[in-house]
C-alpha cells in the first residue's frame, strides 16, 4: 500500500519536495517510479529507481530539475523537484514494479498509491 504526500500550490520557479510511503517489509523488493497526469492528458512516466537506490531514470521533460530518492529503511520514496514550470502541474503518483530494467510504461506497474495534486502558477 502506497501513500503520497506533499503536493501543493507554488510559484514557477519553486521547489516541492513529494513523499511515497510503502508499508511492509517488501517496499525494498520493488522499483518505485513517480507518473503525473495533467488535465485532459495521459499519464506519463516522470522518474524511476532502482530498489537499491543506486540506478535513477528520468523522463528529458524533468531531468536536472528532478530528484527521486528511496529510503528503504522507512520505506520511502521522495521527488525533490526544483526549478517547477506551469507544465509541471499535475495529479503526481507513485508506484511500484517488480519489473526488471527500465520500466516507464504505467502498465508495468503494479502497485499505485493515491496521487497529490501539484499546482505550479506562472
Known amino acids: 500500500q502506497l501513500q503520497a504526500s506533499g503536493g501543493g500550490l507554488v510559484q514557477a520557479g519553486g521547489s516541492l519536495r513529494l513523499s511515497c510511503a510503502g508499508s511492509?517489509?517488501?517496499?525494498?523488493?520493488?522499483?518505485m517510479a513517480w507518473f503525473r497526469q495533467a488535465p485532459g492528458k495521459e499519464r506519463e512516466f516522470v522518474a524511476r529507481?532502482?530498489?537499491?537506490?543506486?540506478?535513477?531514470y528520468y523522463a528529458d521533460s524533468v531531468k536536472g530539475r528532478f530528484t527521486i530518492s528511496r529510503d528503504n529503511g522507512k520505506s520511502a520514496v521522495y521527488l525533490q523537484m526544483n526549478s517547477l514550470k506551469p507544465e509541471d502541474t499535475a495529479v503526481y503518483y507513485c508506484?511500484?514494479?517488480?519489473?526488471?530494467?527500465?520500466?516507464?510504461?504505467?502498465?508495468?506497474?503494479?502497485?499505485w498509491g493515491q496521487g497529490t495534486l501539484v499546482t505550479v502558477s506562472s
Open positions: 529507481i532502482s530498489r537499491s537506490g543506486a540506478g535513477a
Open positions: 511492509g517489509r517488501t517496499f525494498r523488493n520493488y522499483a
Open positions: 508506484a511500484a514494479t517488480t519489473v526488471v530494467g527500465t520500466p516507464t510504461q504505467d502498465y508495468q506497474y503494479h502497485n
